[in-house]
């Protein structure tokens, strides 16, 4: 083990991830082992444990190099989780990565017509003010 693996095993946080490669619309990715500080597009990478095509569902994976670093501590994003168990590297279930709505929705419980603040069928005079006809 060189020196450099060395360090990042004890003083980073390691991550294992998509890295966006290819030609603008035509996506290929590789998956790299890097320090979670990085930038994913353009940082520097440990190491490279495969790729994956995901037009044409091709993927190509170091199983052996793969169950090493999870083994050292890496941690796999999201996705790449989820092709893990796809492709039976890990057992577990998958992971929700959808997009999440930004807006909350809440909805406030109706009370029942027999408590106390249920709205009536009569004009509400609380807080509004009527004009009179002059």
């Known amino acids: 083990m060189t020196l450099s693996r060395k360090f990042y095993n004890l003083y980073l946080m390691l991550v294992i991830r998509l890295k966006r490669v290819g030609r603008k619309n035509d996506p290929s990715f590789r998956l790299v082992v890097t320090d979670k500080r990085r930038a994913a597009k353009a940082g520097r990478s440990v190491e ?24 050292v501590g890496a941690k796999p994003s999201a996705t790449a989780h989820n092709l893990f168990v796809s492709k039976n590297i890990i057992s577990g279930s998958k992971i929700n990565v959808s997009a999440k709505s930004k807006k909350k929705e809440v909805a406030a419980p109706m009370p029942a017509e027999g408590d106390v603040g249920a709205p009536t069928s009569a004009k509400p005079s609380v807080g509004v003010e009527e004009k009179a006809a002059a």
């Not at 490279?48 to 090493?68: A, M, T, V």
């Open 48 to 71: 490279l444990l495969g790729s994956y095509n995901s037009r044409q569902k091709i993927s190509s994976f170091k199983e052996d190099r793969i169950k090493y670093w999870l083994s």
